[in-house]
Structures are given as structure tokens and as C-alpha cells.
């Protein structure tokens, strides 16, 4: 909750899958784990011929921009690891309550 992710992120994490993240160069130049998205599948996931960083990023702008603005994640960076569909919203202090409990029952 205390990260400034967009809602639009937002949304994407809680309905992804594991088979939606992909290994792709299309949205920055350089390699980086997301969201499968329009963006991405119209033209990667890995693209040779994808600007260089950070020139990809800047070139994809005004699309992200008007379809975010229409309420589409479709074109927008969707970072996120591979075991996305496994995170919950937790606040940091939950979070780190629950590792150190784990960690705590691992080592007994």
C-alpha cells in the first residue's frame, strides 16, 4: 500500500498468472521481466530491432500516456517477477513481520 504503483498496475499484479510474465526488450531497450501486454506481444517480447536504451521508453510514451488515460494497461510498463501472482498487498511492516516469522520457524 505504500508503494505509488498506478491502479492500473495494481490491477494487472492482482490478475496475472504465472504463465503472464515474459522476458521482453520492447518497452525500455534493455531486458527486464512484465506483465504481458499488447505492447509486448504486438511486437516482442524480445525485438532486435527495439531502440536502445532509453530511447524505447521515450518512443512509447504518448501511446502509454492516451491509454492509460483511457484506462488501459495494454501499453504500460507492468514490471513485475516472476512470482508475481503470489505477492499480496501488505504493508511493509506486515511484510517483514511475516519474513522474520518465517525465518524464525525455519530456524527452530
Known sequence: PEALTSSLHRAALAAARDDDMVLTNVITGRP???IS???I???G???KDAPPFPLATALS???RLKAEAMGSSE???L???QAAPLAGEYTTRDFVDRVMIDAQ???S
Open 75 to 77: 501499453f504500460s510498463p
Open 61 to 63: 510514451a504518448p501511446l
Open 37 to 39: 501486454n499488447r505492447l
Open 41 to 43: 506481444r504486438d511486437l
Open 105 to 107: 520457524r525455519l530456524l
Open 45 to 47: 517480447p524480445i525485438n
Open 32 to 34: 527486464a521481466r512484465s
Open 79 to 81: 514490471w513485475a517477477g
